[in-house]
């Protein structure tokens, strides 16, 4: 996977715990950020289902009688 350098601030009260925990940062930062793409990435599906929702198309129906045969 390629990867691009960032970066960002964090309180200095939380990276002294999270030192002290010893919790990579840099790898909390990634996940929060793929959690943070995969949840917009949803709200903008839903956003769009919403917008232009499926409906039945008699098209398919066809193709699957024609399948069955």
Known sequence: MASTRSSFTIDRVLAER???????VSAAA????????RAAMARADRDA???????PD???????AWTEE
């Open 18 to 24: 999270a030192r002290r925990l010893k919790i990579n």
């Open 58 to 64: 008699p098209f398919w129906s066809d193709v699957e």
């Open 30 to 37: 990634r996940q929060g950020v793929e959690a943070a793409v």
């Open 49 to 55: 289902y919403r917008r232009r929702p499926e409906r």
